[in-house]
């Protein structure tokens, strides 16, 4: 069961890994906020929060200190806070939370990327074990076109920079999010991002369409063309076909997010054979859908 009793304006959100974590929301919103497919956070105005308002938080939850094990910082892109600051926050919760054992958080490229080497080191020794990356895709015309804010060459570096510090890092990608004219490249190009960074945990999100984002509207223009359910499996059919990581790699692969049509989990690259086999399976299972229509996908 998740910990929150937080009060602050806007909308929370975690990862379904973090299900039974206390969630603290050390900024509001995300300070990127501009990526043409998401509305997480339209909503709300970015601030980082001040440490007292933050410290006054970790206080509230000190009756369930016994019981709080992780810690996922929210709201979007926490790496943003100065690292001073982090690493205040860290220590205040290793003071409150004796069985602590993970404390983790969404980041976004570029604030992975200000971050120097000795930082990321500093905020690993302190307690930030895990760092949730939305990649999304590795393709660079696809990054450009979603507003990302940064290229394939700057998204490698930004993954490869929390992996070469010692912090676990969860690749997140968006099946789909090229549409039909860039499936191939989407694939392919992500692929390689994901060899090259070489993560701990990956995970296959599946496109959805979000009343209010650039991307819906893009498609009620006719400007881009989403995937068909069986087209989905046959782009991360090639897409899985195309991870090449080391033997003796572990990497966690999931796509049992709500957005996905099938969920998959397995090790790469042991369970690379399995997952291909699953992925053809569900693309001809799901090409005999009739009924299909793309606003099943807006939410």
């Known amino acids: 069961m998740t910990l929150y009793f937080d009060t602050a304006e806007g909308p929370v959100f975690r990862p379904p890994s973090e299900a039974h974590s206390f969630i603290l929301r050390v900024t509001i919103g995300c300070s990127h906020n501009a990526c043409s497919f998401c509305t997480m956070y339209r909503t709300v105005a970015f601030r980082a929060r001040p440490l007292p308002e933050i410290l006054s938080q970790i206080d509230a939850a000190r009756p369930y200190a016994p019981h709080i094990r992780r810690i996922f910082l929210a709201d979007g892109n926490a790496l943003v806070l100065a690292t001073d600051k982090l690493l205040a926050i860290l220590q205040a919760l290793r003071e409150t939370f004796p069985r602590l054992q993970r404390v983790s958080c969404y980041a976004g490229p570029k604030d992975m990327l200000n971050k120097t080497p000795a930082e990321l080191a500093a905020l690993r020794e302190a307690g930030l074990k895990l760092v949730y990356y939305g990649l999304e895709s590795g393709d660079n015309l696809i990054l450009q076109r979603i507003n990302k804010g940064v290229g394939t060459a700057e998204a490698i570096a930004a993954g490869q920079r929390i992996v070469a510090a010692g912090i676990k890092l969860s690749v ?97 690259p042991k369970d690379k054979d399995r997952l291909l086999q699953e992925l053809k399976a569900a693309a001809t299972r799901l090409s005999r859908m009739t009924d299909w229509d793309p606003y099943n996908n807006v939410e």
């Open 172 to 268: 997140m990608v968006i099946a789909g999010l090229g549409g039909q004219a860039h499936s191939d490249s989407h694939a392919l190009n992500t692929a390689k991002a994901v060899n090259a960074i070489q993560p701990q945990m990956l995970s296959a999100l599946t496109l959805m369409l979000y009343r209010g984002s650039e991307l819906l509207t893009e498609y009620e223009r006719g400007e881009f063309a989403p995937l068909s359910p069986a087209a989905i499996m046959g782009e991360l059919y090639q897409f899985v076909s195309h991870i090449c990581l080391p033997q003796g790699h572990h990497c966690l692969f999931r796509s049992t997010h709500s957005s996905n049509y099938v969920a998959l989990a397995g090790t790469l």
